[in-house]
């Protein structure tokens, strides 16, 4: 069987946009905290938000790394 071939435009949009919500999901997140952030306190909820930001950063960055690893090699 023929495997359809997908556009390489097409194939580095589907790639890209995921990577692109997830900076601004971090960035809403990082907006969210410093604007609740006296009530964030007073919950005791601060931790939980500072430790969501302290794993989606990493991971945002290494996606970003990832990709432009394989775009410059020519994969993407």
Not at 14 to 21: A, H, M, R
Not at 23 to 46: D, H, M, Q, R, S
Request: aromatic fraction near 10%; charge should be positive; include cysteine.
């Amino acid at each position: 069987m023929n495997q359809p071939k997908i556009n390489p435009a097409v194939l580095r949009l589907l790639v890209i946009f995921p990577n692109v919500l997830s900076y601004i999901l971090l960035v809403g997140v990082l907006v969210y905290i410093a604007t609740n952030f006296t009530g964030l306190k007073t919950a005791g909820a601060l931790n939980f938000w500072l430790l969501l930001v302290a794993i989606l950063c990493p991971m945002a960055i290494y996606t970003t790394y990832s990709i432009v690893k394989r775009i410059r090699a020519g994969v993407l």
